[in-house]
């Protein structure tokens, strides 16, 4: 077989994956029953679309499947993980683009800052992925809020029935029919003449932010992970 056959089989495979990836999303999710808590303090944020989700690795899933077709912009790893993700994002009418903080980070970074000033609509991070530490985040997301002047949203979840996997990050997976909630937190504004010290300071209160918000919700859903 030669290559452009294997180029085209292998598309066909990724394709699949990702229509069947979303199609798995969306059932799980339209059985659950999903609240939100804190959206009140975001919601004129989110209306103007000129905004930044910001989420832990763990929590990609319902966050994903709420703002399908919202023509966002997000950061994804080039690993082959990565590849799901991103064919998911696509198929949920997201724009991935690939990139991580050990590989290719900073072209990824710029294409983002780039895609978010030719268009109005809404960019998203995750400040712990790919690989990790779990629940630290990286600078990457500070420097896209600050270059754009767009306002970092935290947000995060749990649900009453989940599985916690025993991976890097302890993904979790609602159950069907389980009760999920939403959490957000306080928009986060970087102004533009920012140091790398103020940087590094608008990082730790999203890293707090973030921890406090997951934290939160899973308290809330009787939880306490490890």
């Known amino acids: ?59 990609i899933l319902l966050i994903s499947y709420l703002y399908k077709g919202w023509n966002g912009v997000a950061i994804v790893s080039q690993s082959e993980d990565g590849e799901i993700i991103a064919r998911i994002l696509e198929k949920q009418g997201q724009e991935p683009i690939r990139g991580s903080t050990t590989r290719g980070g900073i072209r990824a970074l710029a294409k983002q800052i780039r895609r978010l000033e030719e268009s109005v609509r809404p960019g998203a991070v995750i400040p712990d992925g790919p690989q990790g530490p779990r629940f630290k985040a990286q600078p990457g997301v500070i420097v896209l809020a600050k270059k754009t002047g767009y306002p970092i949203v935290p947000v995060s979840y749990s649900a009453k029935k989940i599985k916690i996997f025993n991976s890097w990050d302890r993904f979790i997976l609602p159950y069907p029919f389980t009760r999920c909630l939403t959490v957000y937190g306080k928009p986060i504004y970087v102004p533009k003449d920012v140091d790398s010290d103020g940087v590094n300071l608008y990082r730790l209160r999203l890293e707090q932010e973030l921890c406090r918000i997951t934290f939160e919700a899973d308290k809330q859903c009787g939880h306490t992970i490890v």
């Open 1 to 59: 077989m030669d290559q452009q056959n294997k180029n085209r089989l292998a598309e066909i495979k990724w394709n699949l994956i990702g229509g069947l990836g979303k199609f798995f999303i969306d059932i799980l999710f339209f059985t659950m029953r999903i609240e939100r808590n804190g959206y009140s303090s975001v919601r004129s944020v989110i209306s103007s679309r000129k905004f930044i989700l910001a989420f832990w690795h763990s929590r």
